[in-house]
């Protein structure tokens, strides 16, 4: 049996804010870490859910799935993952479709 079959918790993904905002309004499709235990194609498989939050507070979130999943070096010689990740690498690509806002924090929205 698969593990990929057993029911598994969406992957939690914290972003800052200017990120976050991008994923919300569909200029952002692709979210980049450092790939290694956490971020690797055994956790990030296609298909699995995701929870994309401005930070770790639950007033933002929405929900997505993973659409494809990479490992490269390409990112890592930018100025953006230099200033937040510095020298390390690969990076693992995650390619995410949003779904919906996250239903249990509509309510703190007030929607």
Not at 45 to 63: D, E, F, H, M, N
């Amino acid at each position: 049996m698969s593990l990929r079959l057993v029911f598994h918790k969406p992957l939690f993904i914290p972003l800052k804010g200017e990120f976050y905002d991008a994923f919300e309004s569909g200029d952002k499709r692709h979210e980049y870490r450092v790939a290694g235990p956490r971020w690797n194609a055994d956790t990030c498989w296609i298909g699995r859910a995701v929870t994309l939050s401005r930070g770790y507070g639950k007033a933002k979130r929405l929900c997505g799935e993973i659409v494809s999943f990479g490992v490269s070096n390409t990112p890592c010689k930018t100025a953006t993952w230099k200033q937040i990740y510095g020298e390390r690498g690969p990076a693992a690509i995650i390619g995410i479709k949003v779904l919906r806002d996250n239903p249990s924090t509509q309510g703190e929205r007030g929607e």
